[in-house]
């Protein structure tokens, strides 16, 4: 037996697993003892990785070899990799010789490799001359990364996980990491036993696993997040809970925020929120005066047409109390997917370029063209992921290359997605799996390794850097994303810019992966997220987190404990956003609040978790969860089934009296695909899962998605 040590794939806590082979089929997986972020244990995801690899599994679920469709709705035929990538490329060539560099976009993925995500940045902001390249990080991620940039000056979580044992007080909102951060939930489980004077609030609109934890939930009204914030500001400023010299030494723009908050008085905030008016008083208090107060926030401020100020809403808070740069404290957005992360730091969205640098700053962009050896890169900003679709379906962008992701059940508004996908000249699905409902989209079908298969780094929520390394060689004929990518590049090169130098120069053998992420450590030389001091075999000794610069010998658990920010002045600063309602607010027609939210046993659109009986023992089949006195009030009972519709389409499925739910809510986990949970457009077209009926509506800084929100009716279905 051979044991491989690599990393979990499904979330951003991002634990370290030793892998168990034996020839070609992997045998089994345990937690690495030594890795920082689990120390050995596994949640129920992980502990079954190897399940999901089995060799009967990987038989039914595996895409194994290159397919091509000779036109819609004809079966994939097999045809070699040179066929392939020599289609793709003429493919991509012609539509840019055509309509322009624009007319084509990349849809990649957070669970993509740091070196995959570096590459297809490459390829098409320096290859192409597009930046229409982004990803379903931006699902998930891009309020977070806003949030910091506007107040801390850098996409940079300050805390790390360490921190959560150090804290007095945990105030957890929009997160339940009792599911979906299972084993950074272990450790705010021991903190609470080891330490009593612990106090733990939790903000949310469910009554979450999480919140079974806390001793002070706070149940607000979907959506009303930024009106907590500053209305607890506004207490702890009337309180006198504030650190006027904090502000004063480390921070700007207090007075234009403090201005804001006055008007957000508790009875307001009580009445909007729908928290009772002492509760505001004691969170404000603890989250105030504890010595030490860490904010664990995720989705539920992220996917909101609010996103961005919703987090530095919270920021704010921080700001404010000095409860930031030292052990214990500081605002700490977790990362739902493994390598989120690395992805915002190779730069793989639309706004973005390399090392954290910014598309709209020309010296930004002079930098990375002289690092890619080019006279330039294209100053026009790439669509994000809705907007990317959305010029798909308007006929704007012809050809779509989709790598390790599910467009087709993740991205809302289904409705608009499949129009995309059917309008769009040439759809290229780069995958693993050949289950997942994109894949029935595509003309043409890319097979690629997956976990326990590949090599390369990806960086968990506390920007720590691990090794994934291959137990296995790939099934059939994948190959890995990155080469897949490299591979495509030299051939589009040799139609783009015949007779020039490479910019792709590594060879697509194993050893090419270290080249690309040796090329990114260059990138970010003299950032805020320096890695100029790690190399591949010091990560092979040990994660790392960054910024680990040139002669450190190790890298950075905590950060601004000087009390210095980078931003010009090298002071945070406070933004002063007033509340917005929801995008789509209830109405009479559409009298529910329909939020989303993951199962503790499943990732994502189950195309690795789907494949195991076991994870089905927890949660077995899909429903809406509804408050009891609504289901009385509709005369439901558990299990009668019902239409669920929203504005653009409707789902049937059963109803399910849950505790957790508020009044006039209703919750649908975002797992189920097609063969679990089918539906409608508006328009009477089929489509699947709870993204059938979200809104694409997004929040103007980050363009992240409400997926947390959308008014719904819940009608009983007649039975024939
Ligand atoms: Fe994997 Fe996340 Fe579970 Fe850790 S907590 S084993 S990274 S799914």
């Known amino acids: 037996m051979t044991e491989t040590r690599s990393t979990c794939p499904y979330c951003g806590v991002g634990c370290g697993v030793i892998i168990e082979s034996e020839g070609p089929q992997i045998t089994g997986v345990r937690g690495d003892p030594d890795h920082p972020a689990n120390f050995g244990r596994l949640c129920t995801k992980g502990s079954t990785l190897h399940l999901t690899a089995s060799a009967a599994v990987t038989r039914q679920t595996r895409l194994l070899q290159p397919m091509r469709r000779a036109g819609r709705g004809e079966a994939p035929v097999p045809v070699s990799w040179d066929a392939a990538l020599d289609h793709a490329a003429g493919k991509f060539a012609q539509l840019i010789h055509d309509h322009g560099p624009d007319a084509v976009g990349f849809y990649i993925s957070g669970q993509l490799l740091t070196e995959d995500y570096y590459v297809f940045n490459k390829l098409a902001k320096g290859l192409v001359g597009t930046n229409n390249v982004d990803t379903n990080s931006r699902l998930c991620m891009s309020s977070a990364v806003a949030g910091y940039k506007q107040t801390l000056g850098a996409d940079a979580p300050p805390a790390c996980y360490d921190d959560v044992s150090h804290a007095q007080c945990l105030f957890i909102a929009g997160s339940n990491a009792a599911w979906a951060h299972p084993i950074l939930f272990r450790r705010i489980e021991e903190a609470r036993a ?89 969170a404000a208090q603890w989250f105030a005066t504890s010595a030490a107060t860490l904010s664990l926030y995720c989705q539920g401020l992220n996917q909101s047409s609010s996103g961005t100020a919703k987090n530095t809403a919270l920021i704010n808070l921080h700001l404010a109390t000095g409860q930031i740069g030292k052990p214990g404290a500081g605002p700490f957005s977790l990362t739902g997917q493994p390598n989120a992360m690395g992805g915002r730091e190779v730069g793989g969205l639309a706004n973005l370029l390399s090392a954290h640098r910014e598309l709209a700053n020309p010296q930004h962009r002079a930098e990375v063209a002289a690092l890619w050896g080019l006279p330039s890169v294209p100053e ?13 379906a308007d006929g704007e962008i012809k050809a779509l290359w989709i790598a390790c992701t599910n467009p087709a059940q993740s991205m809302p508004d289904q409705a608009m997605v499949r129009r995309a996908l059917e309008r769009a000249e040439f759809v290229v699905v780069q995958e693993a799996f050949a289950t997942t409902a994109s894949c029935a989209h595509a003309d043409l079908l890319l097979p690629a390794t997956t976990w326990g298969e590949k090599t390369g780094t990806v960086t968990n929520s506390e920007r720590r850097i691990s090794r994934v390394r291959p137990a296995v060689p790939g099934p059939g004929q994948t190959r890995h994303d990155w080469a897949i990518a490299v591979d495509f590049a030299h051939r589009l090169e040799q139609r783009l810019r015949p007779g020039q130098p490479t910019l792709f120069p590594y060879p697509l053998a194993d050893a090419g992966v270290e080249a690309i992420w040796n090329e990114h450590r260059e990138s970010t030389r003299g950032r805020d997220l320096d890695i100029t001091g790690m190399s591949y075999a010091a990560l092979d000794e040990r994660p790392l987190q960054w910024p680990m610069r040139s002669g450190d010998t190790q890298g950075r658990a905590r950060l601004y404990e000087d009390g210095r920010f980078p931003t010009a002045d090298g002071r945070a600063r406070f933004v002063a956003n007033a509340y917005r309602p929801v995008a789509e607010p209830r109405e009479s027609r559409y009298p529910f609040a329909l939020t989303t939210g993951r199962l503790r046993d499943q990732w994502h659109g189950m195309s690795r978790t789907g494949t195991l009986g076991r994870l089905f023992g927890h949660v ?101």
């Not at 903000?203 to 914030?229: H, S």
Request: hydrophobic share 45%; glycine share 8%.
């Open 620 to 720: 077995a089949e899909p429903a809406v969860q509804l408050h009891p006195q609504d289901m009385a009030r509709r005369q439901l009972r558990d299990g009668d089934l019902v239409h669920v519709t929203s504005k653009r389409g409707s789902i049937v499925l059963p109803a399910q009296a849950s505790a957790e739910v508020g009044l006039s809510q209703a919750f649908i986990a975002m797992h189920w695909g097609e063969e679990f949970l089918s539906g409608v457009s508006s328009t009477g077209k089929p489509l699947a899962g709870v993204n059938a009926l979200t809104t694409s509506a997004a929040c103007p800084d980050s363009k992240q998605p409400e997926l947390k929100h959308a008014a719904v009716k819940i009608l009983k279905a007649e039975l024939p």
């Open 380 to 392: 026009k900003p790439g669509k994000p992921a809705v907007e990317m679709f959305q010029a798909a």
């Open 194 to 282: 080891a330490n009593p004077a612990l106090k733990i609030i939790v903000a949310d609109p469910r009554r979450t696993g999480t919140a079974e934890i806390a001793d002070l939930f706070l149940p607000l009204q979907p959506g009303t997040d930024v009106m907590l914030f500053n209305g607890l500001l506004h207490i702890m400023l009337w309180e006198g809970w504030t650190q006027p010299g904090y502000i004063a030494a480390h921070t700007s723009g207090f007075d234009e925020l403090k201005a804001l908050v006055r008007d957000c008085t508790p009875d307001l905030v009580a009445q909007t929120c729908g928290i009772a008016r002492q509760d505001l008083f004691t």
